[in-house]
């Protein structure tokens, strides 16, 4: 009887375990363009005209305007795709947006600074929980629940339109 139990213990733990990743699956319609609406703090993943699913963002301390510069904290506005994950980002789990592109590239360099790089739609990871409404220093933030999903859904090459 004992025994019993112990096995039973043993596969509870084992089966709650399982549903505690943060890598989820998905197998819904292909999301082909994601689009940022930076006044809004809104981000949308649509399947061609079709939206498929909505999120409130927060977005870089210094919201308004594109990203210049290395550390000006303002996120950037253009057409970008998504190109990298990161499965061990400190902000629970990220995706990689292409910034900077040439010309984001040709214009820092006309002005003497360097455009900075590493944008990401990423999650919170707990302890930015409660910041203010715009906290990143120029990414996509949205809840770690909300970027497992995301995370699953959007697939590397994929256009993103991050609008002001």
């Not at 089966?15 to 689009?35: H, M, N, Q, W």
């Not at 550390?71 to 292409?98: A, C, K, M, V």
């Not at 003497?112 to 990871?125: E, N, Q, T, W």
């Not at 990143?136 to 809840?143: D, E, K, L, N, P």
């Amino acid at each position: 009887m004992l025994i019993a139990r112990v096995i039973l213990l043993l596969a509870l733990a084992v089966g709650l375990a399982a549903c505690g990743s943060k890598f989820r699956t998905y197998d819904g319609p292909e999301v082909t363009r994601i689009e940022v609406w930076k006044a809004q703090r809104s981000m949308t993943l649509f399947h061609h005209d079709q939206p498929l699913k909505t999120y409130r963002i927060a977005l870089g301390f210094a919201p308004e305007g594109h990203k210049f510069r290395e550390g000006d904290g303002r996120t950037p506005e253009g057409w970008y795709t998504i190109d990298r994950r990161n499965p061990n980002s400190q902000f629970h789990l990220s995706i990689g947006i292409s910034y900077p592109n040439a010309r984001d590239i040709e214009v820092a360099r006309a002005a003497g600074v360097s455009p900075g790089g590493d944008i990401f739609i990423h999650g919170r990871a707990g302890q930015h929980r409660g910041r203010p409404r715009d906290w990143t220093v120029g990414c996509i933030a949205v809840r770690d629940r909300e970027i497992e999903e995301i995370y699953a859904m959007v697939r590397d090459g994929t256009p993103i339109l991050i609008r002001p």
